[in-house]
Structures are given as C-alpha cells and as structure tokens.
C-alpha cells in the first residue's frame, strides 16, 4: 500500500505501526522520524509568510480565516504523481492542516480513488482508536492493536508512579501560544492530570481558546509550560525571552519561584500521536522533581 501523510501525528502514527517503507510523501511539517521523512517529497506548504513572531503569526491566522483562505496549500501535481492508495489527513484543528474538505476534493481528482481516513482525536483515548484507525485502513490490524496495549501499558505505569508519590498536585497552566497567550485543550489537560497535576485553565478534550494575563493571573499556576504549537523546546524559550512580562507577572506563583519550563511541543504535546505518552513522562519529571 502507497500511503501520503497530510499531517505529523499521521507520519508518526504510520511509522510507529511499522509501515515507514509505504510512505510515498508527507507534509512539509513532518519532521519526525527524521531518517525516515528526510527524502519523501512534500506534499502540502504553508501560506503563512516566514519570519514573524507570534503575535504577527496569530494576526495573520486570524485574518486569513475570516476571509475564508486556508492556512496550507495542497501540492497536487506532487501528490497525483506518488498515485497514493490511503490518504490521511484531519479535521480537528482549522489551523493544523489542509482543511479536511479541500483534501476531498482533491482526492475525487487523483487517479486510482485513493481512500481517504481523517483523524479527529479530541482526548487519548481517541488517539488510541485514531491508531486502531489507521492500522485497518493500512491493512495491518493487529500491529494497532498491539501498539495500543503497549502505549496504554505505559500510562498505567506513569500513574503508579505518580500514586506513589503522593502528596500535592501542582497547579499548572499549560501556553499553546504565546502572544497573545492561549490556553492549551484537548488531550494536554489530560496529560497533566496523568503526570500528577491540575491544569487551572485548559479544558479536556475541548479546543484551546486565548486567555488573558489577568485570567492566568487568578489562576495562581504553580507551573507554566510552554508549549507553543510547532515550535521545539529551544524556539519556544527564544520567543518566551524577547516577550516582555505582563504587569501581572509577579503575581503568579510560578513566576516568582522559576517554575517556567519550555517543553518540545512537537514531540511531547501538539502532535496527537504515539508520542504523547513520552509527554506523561516528561511532565511527570518536570511536576515532581523529587521522583528523578
């Protein structure tokens, strides 16, 4: 089976499955793994103008979702070329991929009617069946299924881990953008949950909205993680640093004790895909540090 991945999550669920060598082409974003992606053609790029900075980024988003324009643009002459059986892309987030609806009409366009699976997730669990999701469609059942134990296995024994520890769960206000400051959703609250804290302003399985500094301010947070969307560790501490701090900062108990930790988002939260588990991981090192 020929499969072209739209999407990261969909690139790393594919080759997490065992299924590296039917990929035939990813999205210009799909950077992990790395030997694997390095030389498949890129099927999707990007409308929004290099350079800017959050803030200039979240502008023009905004803008070009009022007027109706997608944020990514679909490279058909590539992807009519690679003649892929299984097309996957999503319809979760307007700003995360090509939109679903584009993708289906390029899809009716593309010789040999490839078939075309969306992805959804709105919480892990759904993560899991998105891996049962595609193990079927690629033919390859029972791989999803043992993946899934494997993955579940693994967060049974993070939670031991934190029941073990006991004692208090920090308070944590997970930042999936910047400037303005918007509040994480979907599985991130979870995420906290399982590695032993309480997220004061994300909600589970809903999507992520923009708060203010005054709002995270009556939070109190113990804990701030940056975890801007498609940005690693080190991109998103140089955009943490050139902002200057709200009034309210001083306000916030993670700020006062340097509880502010820039995470790769790519790897451990943006992405709806295997590696979120390594997320629980992290975060549970990051909450208690005692338990490393």
Not at 115 to 125: G, H, M, Q, R
Not at 200 to 219: D, H, K, N, Y
Not at 255 to 270: F, I, K, P, Q, W
Request: aromatic share 6%.
């Amino acid at each position: 089976m020929r499969i072209a991945s739209l999407l990261p999550s969909a690139t790393e669920i594919v080759c997490a499955l065992g299924l590296a060598d039917q990929l035939v082409g990813v999205s210009h974003e799909c950077d992990y793994p790395p030997d694997v992606v390095a030389d498949l053609p890129r099927l999707t790029r990007s409308a929004i103008p290099p350079g800017l900075t959050p803030a200039e980024i979240d502008a023009e988003v905004s803008a070009r979702l009022r007027r109706g324009e997608s944020l990514y643009l679909l490279e058909e002459e590539t992807l009519a070329a690679l003649q892929p059986d299984l097309l996957i892309t999503q319809e979760l987030c307007d700003v995360c991929a090509v939109a679903f609806g584009a993708v289906c009409e390029a899809a009716i366009r593309l010789p040999g009617n490839p078939k075309v699976i969306s992805l959804t997730p709105p919480n892990l669990a759904s993560i899991f069946d998105d891996i049962r999701i595609v193990a079927e469609a690629a033919g390859v059942p029972e791989r999803g299924e043992r993946l899934v134990a494997h993955l579940r296995a693994r967060l049974d024994r993070a939670a031991e881990r934190v029941r073990a520890l006991g004692g208090p769960r920090p308070r944590v206000f997970a930042m999936e953008w910047l400037d303005p400051p918007f509040c994480a959703g979907h599985w991130v609250p979870e995420m906290i949950a399982l590695a032993g804290g309480e997220e004061v302003l994300g909600r589970a399985g809903e999507p992520s909205f923009r708060v203010t500094w005054a709002q995270i301010a009556a939070a109190q947070p113990e804990v701030i993680l940056l975890i801007p969307c498609g940005y690693n560790a080190e991109e998103a501490q140089r955009e943490w640093d050139a902002l200057p701090k709200p009034a309210e900062w001083e306000r916030i108990p993670a700020a006062r004790t340097g509880r502010v930790y820039a995470l790769d988002a790519n790897s451990y939260c943006s992405r709806p895909a295997p590696r979120v588990v390594d997320g629980v991981e992290e975060l549970i090192r990051l909450l208690h540090p005692e338990a490393a």
